[in-house]
């Protein structure tokens, strides 16, 4: 087994807003290792991103706030690191991609300089020579051809496939041994993204770098991720491998979410879908979160949370219905 | 960059043309100066000199050729109100006028890029709501009022400026402290909003997530996107001011252009209307073109558009 680069326990991230507290993140633990690519998926305002934010320690402010548990990062405990800490860590041990490629660079700056800056604060580099070299090698990384002229281009004369490469390469340029992508495909089309995918397979094969990938799609996480967390309003619900995730799914949610994928392999009048809006974040029910959802709740689901069980082979759920 | 800066130099001038020619026909639809010079004693044959004398008697497009000969040598002519060259006009009053004008569009671009950049930084904090009540007190009372006011306390009261006159750096003070009061709030807060634009980008956050820090994030990252919308404004601001700012002129005793140009129109001196509205346009003609270049400078993508 190759070693643990991240551990989160327990994390509770909180907005406090004037209308109340919003618990967006509630007692989340998992852990990825080395060269490993771990899914975290779940519907538009399950957590999934608060959750990547709070290890990157950049929840908007005012309001959010870590509340409670721990993030190890390489044997670092990032909550009881000082702001400037934090930042050296940042763009360095751990980076991140963002959803959109057409917005997430800088309009008014060149691509070079864009990448030059994490590399410049990063890595003690002392000529420029040695700066461009470092750029035009994470360019390459991220399989961009002819590195060197798109140095000095600008976004504007890429193609939304292209920023997000160069989005990739500033999150790659200072060797990160952990990269949270944040729904990096979704804004792609689907050639492109079966492209990114397989990119990014390959990068993790030359560099060991452990992903956490977010994304509401189970399409790719049977594409891209060796293991599934699954998550419902705040909390993980299930984890496990992912064929383990596929071939038995216990959750009545996670099952739910399976069947909602389009196939081709069947013919569906309708597509599925889950009946319901999530729970309130600010006001939750005191059961299980998915109850009013879930098509076969007991009695107790409504009354009490369910706890999390492990039935073998590192795949846990919260159920009442798992014995 | 060079060929952007060379067209757009080229509609500058162009412009400046069409500007030109206007004057010229808007001045002359406005009514007969030599009838105003009348008085009641006056004869039919008076007029008929004045007319002479001014030029008016000859075809309009002669008239034409004489304005456009008299602006290439610098002479535009001369008042008819005293007869003074309107050059030496203007010359004496452009440099008040631009004084002014200058001094408290620099003053207020510096405050309002600070007070704007921090507000945005600062939501919904103390600061920032004390910024929008100076924004608000900035906006709601009128500059005539605040000049009069500062004259009492300042001039007046505690006698620490003079309250009239051009003679001195001192003479600017109160006109430059008012002025700039007036026209902070309205570009503070553009630059406010247009900066809590930016560093709700993605791009913002991208910075972020590279580990830039937070100074560097606001002043470089975003400051250079959030200053393209203020940036007309900021134009339209300093063409205005250096049109004139008849109430401050005038509650300050400083004769600068806005003075000029009400006297001259309200006595239908032609001459002094035209020589002060071709200033004033290429003034704002000028202006533009600049704006258009910081664009330029700021923004790659207006750049592009001319390679």
Redesign the interface.
């Known amino acids: 087994m190759s070693k643990i680069v991240l551990e989160v326990e327990g994390l509770r991230t909180s907005f406090f807003t004037r209308k109340g507290i919003v618990k967006a993140v509630d007692g989340v633990s998992f852990f990825v290792r080395e060269k490993e690519t771990l899914g975290i998926v779940g519907e538009s305002g399950c957590g999934k991103t608060v959750t990547g934010m709070s290890i990157m320690r950049l929840l908007p402010e005012p309001g959010g706030k870590i509340v409670g548990g721990r993030i190890t990062l390489n044997g670092t405990s990032l909550l009881e690191l000082s702001k400037r800490e934090m930042r050296n860590i940042r763009g360095c041990m751990v980076s991140m991609i963002l959803q959109d490629p057409m917005t997430s660079l800088n309009p008014v700056y060149t691509i070079g300089d864009q990448i030059a800056e994490s590399v410049r604060m990063h890595q003690n580099l002392a000529d420029e020579k040695m700066i461009t070299n470092e750029v035009v090698s994470s360019l390459r990384l991220l399989q961009i051809p002819s590195p060197e002229t798109l140095l000095k281009n600008y976004p504007f004369q890429l193609s939304g496939g292209m920023r997000q490469r160069v989005v990739g390469a500033i999150a790659m340029c200072c060797k990160p041994s952990l990269l949270i992508a944040d729904e990096p495909t979704t804004a792609l089309d689907a050639t492109i993204q079966a492209q990114y995918i397989a990119l990014f397979k390959d990068i993790q094969a030359k560099t060991d770098v452990a992903i956490i990938f977010i994304t509401h799609d189970f399409g790719v996480i049977a594409d891209m991720c060796h293991r599934v967390a699954v998550m419902y309003a705040g909390k993980i619900v299930e984890s496990a491998s992912t064929s383990e995730i596929f071939k038995k799914p216990q959750h009545p949610y996670t099952r739910a979410l399976i069947n909602s994928v389009p196939r081709l392999d069947r013919k569906d009048d309708r597509l599925y879908s889950i009946e319901g809006q999530p729970p309130s974040l600010m006001h939750l029910p005191p059961g299980c979160r998915f109850c009013e959802r879930c098509s076969d709740s007991l009695e107790i689901c409504s009354k009490e949370e369910p706890p999390e069980k492990n039935i073998g082979n590192n795949h846990t759920v919260s159920c009442w219905r798992v014995q | 960059m060079i060929r952007f800066i060379l067209v757009r130099f080229l509609q500058t001038v162009l412009a400046l043309l069409g500007v030109i020619t206007l004057v010229f026909l808007l001045v002359r639809l406005s009514g007969d100066p030599a009838l105003m010079m009348m008085t009641s004693g006056s004869m039919e044959e008076d007029l008929v000199r004045i007319r002479q004398q001014l030029g008016l008697d000859k075809p309009q497009i002669v008239q034409y050729g004489i304005y456009l000969k008299g602006l290439v040598t610098g002479n535009l002519g001369e008042s008819f109100r005293n007869n003074r060259p309107v050059a030496e006009l203007i010359s004496e009053a452009l440099p008040n006028s631009l004084r002014l004008a200058v001094s408290s569009f620099i003053a207020s671009m510096i405050i309002a890029l600070l007070l704007g950049v921090l507000a945005a930084t600062k939501r919904?904090t103390i600061f920032d709501n004390g910024v929008k009540m100076l924004a608000v007190l900035g906006q709601a009372m009128p500059d005539f009022w605040v000049g009069i006011m500062v004259i009492l306390i300042f001039s007046v009261h505690w006698q620490i400026f003079p309250a009239s006159g051009t003679d001195s750096p001192k003479h600017y003070v109160l006109p430059v402290a008012v002025l700039t009061f007036y026209i902070l709030p309205g570009i503070m807060r553009i630059i406010r909003s247009s900066m809590l634009d930016v560093l709700d980008?993605?791009?913002i956050?991208?910075?972020?997530?590279?580990?830039?820090?937070e100074k560097l994030v606001i002043w470089k990252?975003a400051l250079?996107?959030a200053l393209i919308a203020p940036l007309t404004t900021a134009g339209l601001i300093l063409a205005g001011l250096i049109a004139g700012v008849v109430v401050i002129e005038y509650v300050f005793t400083m004769p600068g252009l806005g003075s000029l140009s009400l006297e001259g129109m309200a006595l239908r001196d032609f001459p002094v209307v035209q020589g002060v509205v071709l200033v004033l346009s290429s003034a704002v003609l000028v202006i533009n073109f600049l704006v258009e270049v910081l664009y330029a400078v700021?923004?790659?993508?207006i750049r592009?558009q001319y390679t």
């Not at chain 2, 956050?205 to 820090?213: D, F, H, N, Q, Y």
């Open positions: 919904d980008s993605e791009y956050k991208l910075a972020r997530i590279k580990g830039v820090p990252h250079r996107n700021i923004d790659p993508q592009y």
